[in-house]
């Protein structure tokens, strides 16, 4: 099997044909997490193993903590590459053209592998999708390997053993399935930590270094995700911390910046979630004339731009169906 492979590619080397020489590019959302970085590195690695020629790239920058994990297993960050009309696209972590790069639609995607809610992507292409209610990608990815029985390199592993605690807050969060366990202890073991819930929360500390110190603009762009809903446009940003002073603290500074945002851009709604790792619950800060609409959809009352929600842990399974409901009955 590895012969073949090496055979292939120094056929392609020598022959240098169209096919070889534009691997498939695998591409994880704007403002890159964990997951969408090690995604992006898993399934193109999985892909060259089965043949396919496929480079992982991103977005953006890791952040703090993707970057740590990064370190920690000697992995390389995957190329930055905004542009990807005329190439072939592999989605990961993503399926809405608000995330995914700007010219997507002039690129041919021909695979998605997700957790997300299908978000109105198409093609002319009947095409390989994959998008299941886990919580992370890298677990789907994880199945993948187990079914085309391809072992994974440690480093890998590693890579995403850490999405999948970055994603589930190791195990916290309401989008954990006994899936996402099963591939986290056998991607520990092949990446050799003893200590899944140490090396999580080594991880988490090593992203949140420089809450203090970060500058506000680059701390609200670190997660946040841009959502059409009903015509309109409304940006979503997350920060979560196990030191959750350092992000309510800086109240004042974020609300500001959304301020900002929302006028820039011409955001019906900017929200950010202030989640509170330890003590399990969101500070929710909103911008936008239906502020209140969206806090009364949680039965709660909006006071100073805030509201905290106790319980609320995920944007995906939480926020953002509670937002579908109320910009239902918003107009743009
Ligand atoms: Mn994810």
Redo the contacts with the bound molecule.
Sequence with gaps: MRLKIALVSVLCMLLNTVACADPLIVVGHKNP?S??IFSAISLAHLRSQQGIAAVPVAQGKPNPETQFALDFFGLEAPTLLMKVAGRKVALV?HNHYAQAPDDIRQADIVEIID?HNLGGVSTAEPIEVLIKPVG??STIIWQLYQRANISIPPAIAGGMLS?ILS?TLIFRSPTTTDQDRAAAENLATIAHVNDIQKYGQSMFLAGEADLKTAVIHLLIHRDLKNFEMNDNKIAVAQLMAVSFDLLKDRKEAFLEEMRKLQKEYAYKTVILMLTDIKNEGTELLLIGKNAQHIAQAFNLVLKNDSVWIPGMMSRKKQMIPALEKVFDKETS
Excluded: E, L, R, V
């Design positions: 997490d997951d969408s972590d957790h992370c990608t999405a994603d």
